[in-house]
């Protein structure tokens, strides 16, 4: 459990808009994988300096120590999918990558099939 495929930072100058971060995992980071596990930690204002100022950072900032957050999160996960029918009329998704312009309303394919 302690391997780390992949991990975010999420700092102010990093917004996109006012109030929104996205992070976004496709299909090729998940093959060979059993579950995804998502971990949300509120930054304190030494470690927001520090690490928002553009430093590298090679690990993320884990601490086994409990904190409370000081704003309302809301977090939004959904799952999505891209599908064809084989000549056997059989469902399947080789050669196919969810793109990051997926979200709740509508999903993104890319296919590096050409028939």
């Known amino acids: 459990m302690n391997v780390i495929d992949g991990w975010s930072l999420f700092c ?8 929104l971060y996205t992070y976004f995992i496709d ?3 998940t093959i060979n994988h059993q579950l995804v596990i998502f971990g949300l930690r509120e930054l304190n204002s030494t470690e927001t300096k520090y690490i928002c100022s553009n430093q590298p950072i ?3 900032p884990i601490i086994d ?3 409370d957050f000081t704003s309302n999160y809301k977090i939004l996960i959904y799952t999505s999918g891209c599908y064809y029918l084989d000549a056997n009329n059989h469902w399947q998704s080789n050669g196919l990558v969810v793109g990051p312009l997926t979200n709740h309303y509508q999903t993104q394919c890319y296919s590096n099939q050409l028939k």
């Open 12 to 19: 102010p100058s990093n917004l996109k808009d006012d109030s």
């Open 27 to 29: 299909n090729q980071r």
């Open 58 to 60: 090679t690990d993320p």
């Open 65 to 67: 120590k409990r904190f």
